[in-house]
């Protein structure tokens, strides 16, 4: 047993006797002058700069360049290198590198040159200038394999911008889907708690932020703001056409529609407490435009937030602050961007059909029986009054001729104090009795009914 030890240990020394002899020697075989053993494969004449850089692999930096490389004698005497040497690898590239270190493939996805074997594509196997031995910084190494026009954007995710590839993606593998780092919307809460902390507190979520954040942001970056994949409205247009369209189309344009920031201007596009998305309560965002006079192309609006403070008799709607029960934010077809029709005019010839607007809660039963005893309080007897008022072909009255849509200071059924014509401001005289009343506008002398 002890012999045998010996002559392993004989073999061993042997070996290395023999490796020494053949790197001191550059001239092997020929009758040049050997080299010092101390130079071994860096020398001054030969691998001068190796280990010189400002990142070396260990096994370089050790000078163990056999526990990489192999180095034989060519019988051919046909090798260039010093010494008639070939040096080859102990073992192909990626065996080589698990060596000692983790094998780098086997999660779900894996970069296409690790899966290749290809560990050298990316890294210097000796030394390098940059960190991880790279053969080049970020993200110029990634542009060898992709195109760099995802950093050329007027507006850059920070991460881009900063050649941090890395930040989101692993080099090497993942289990998420492009190597990232975490699982969809996770990655991007790592820098934006903000939206992690809303998405779990606020009463309503925006559906696509629920579900990627990727589906209205570009990653990299993008020409819109905030990395938009498309400007606002043409991003929201994608899931809401119907809306976004009638910025264009509709016959009466809402103001914040025409806006830059439009969509935005009342809508949050992450998170509310306030039914869709809106940025603040319904009426005090109406509110806080028509806080004054507006000119439009037909006329005058008024101020609806004094109004409103100066007449608290608010009209059914405005009880619960439901501006958008008659009124389209968006845009409409019908005056005062109005959800359905009615006659803009003080004078209209009566049809349903004028009337869709006020019959969404009122029944048309009113203005069509001449005669009744239940359809409307609003009668001599059996003679409806609202249908003497309305139906006439040239001089029909209408609604709002005698009611204020909005609020008033508490009259009954909304009936105005004063009678808009002409620039005129008529008073109405009108008198609510116990089972009747009078009324005596400028258009007519007092008259009376009673049911």
């Known amino acids: 047993m002890r012999k045998q030890n010996a002559l392993g240990t004989i073999s061993l020394v042997g070996l290395i006797g023999f490796l020494l002899i053949i790197f001191a020697f550059p001239g092997h075989g020929t009758s040049q002058t050997p080299a010092p053993a101390s130079e071994s494969c860096v020398s001054a004449n030969c691998h001068v700069t190796m280990g010189k850089e400002k990142v070396v692999h260990n096994p370089v930096k050790e000078g163990m360049c056999t526990t990489c490389h192999l180095a034989a004698d060519d019988p051919l005497k046909k090798t260039r290198h010093p010494g008639n040497l070939v040096i080859s690898l102990v073992q192909p590239v990626a065996d080589l590198c698990t060596m000692c270190h983790e094998p780098k493939n086997k999660k779900k996805v894996v970069h296409a040159p690790i899966q290749g074997g290809d560990c050298t594509s990316c890294h210097n196997p000796h030394q390098s200038p940059n960190k991880g031995m790279l053969k080049?910084?970020?993200?110029?190494?990634?542009?060898?394999?992709?195109?760099?026009?995802?950093?050329?954007?007027?507006?850059?995710?920070?991460?881009?911008?900063?050649?941090?590839?890395?930040?989101?993606?692993?080099?090497?593998?993942?289990?998420?889907?492009?190597?990232?780092?975490?699982?969809?919307?996770a990655l991007c809460f790592q820098c934006h708690p903000d939206k992690e902390e809303g998405l779990k507190t606020r009463k309503v979520a925006h559906y696509p932020v629920k579900q990627s954040c990727t589906q209205c942001h570009n990653p990299h970056g993008s020409s819109a703001k905030a990395m938009l994949t498309a400007p606002v409205p043409e991003l929201c247009s994608t899931c809401h056409p119907n809306e976004v369209m009638l910025r264009q189309r509709a016959a009466t344009k809402h103001g914040p529609m025409a806006d830059q920031k439009s969509c935005r201007i009342c809508h949050d596009p992450h998170f509310s407490d306030q039914p869709r998305l809106l940025v603040t309560s319904q009426m005090a965002l109406c509110l806080a435009c028509h806080d004054k006079e507006l000119e439009t192309g037909k006329g005058k609006v008024m101020n609806m937030k004094a109004f409103l403070e100066a007449n608290k008799n608010t009209h059914?709607?405005?009880?619960?602050?439901?501006?958008?029960?008659?009124?389209?934010?968006?845009?409409?077809?019908?005056?005062?961007?109005?959800?359905?029709?009615?006659?803009?005019?003080?004078?209209a010839s009566y049809s349903e059909g004028k009337?869709?607007?006020?019959?969404?809660?009122?029944?048309?039963?009113?203005?069509?029986?001449?005669?009744?005893?239940?359809?409307?309080?609003?009668?001599?007897?059996?003679?409806?009054?609202?249908?003497?008022?309305?139906?006439?072909?040239?001089?029909?009255?209408?609604?709002?001729?005698?009611?204020?849509?909005?609020?008033?200071?508490?009259?009954?059924?909304?009936?105005?104090?004063?009678?808009?014509?002409?620039?005129?401001?008529?008073?109405?005289?009108?008198?609510?009795?116990?089972?009747?009343?009078?009324?005596?506008?400028?258009?007519?002398?007092?008259?009376?009914?009673?049911?």
């Not at 995802?150 to 889907?177: E, L, R, T, W």
């Not at 039963?365 to 239940?374: L, P, V």
Request: net charge positive; charged share 20%; glycine share 10%.
């Open 316 to 347: 059914g709607p405005l009880k619960g602050d439901d501006c958008v029960s008659c009124h389209n934010p968006h845009g409409s077809d019908y005056w005062r961007i109005l959800v359905k029709y009615y006659p803009p005019d003080f004078y």
């Open 355 to 451: 009337y869709a607007l006020c019959f969404s809660c009122h029944d048309k039963a009113a203005f069509t029986e001449r005669r009744t005893k239940t359809a409307t309080g609003f009668r001599d007897g059996e003679q409806n009054l609202h249908f003497v008022h309305v139906n006439k072909v040239n001089k029909g009255r209408t609604c709002k001729a005698c009611h204020e849509v909005h609020a008033d200071s508490g009259q009954n059924a909304h009936v105005k104090q004063f009678v808009g014509f002409s620039g005129w401001a008529m008073p109405m005289n009108f008198t609510q009795g116990k089972d009747g009343g009078t009324c005596a506008p400028g258009c007519h002398g007092e008259k009376r009914y009673n049911r």
């Open 136 to 185: 080049d910084v970020m993200p110029n190494i990634c542009f060898q394999c992709h195109p760099d026009s995802m950093v050329k954007h007027a507006v850059m995710h920070p991460p881009v911008a900063g050649g941090d590839c890395s930040g989101c993606h692993d080099n090497h593998q993942s289990d998420f889907p492009k190597r990232l780092v975490n699982e969809g919307n």
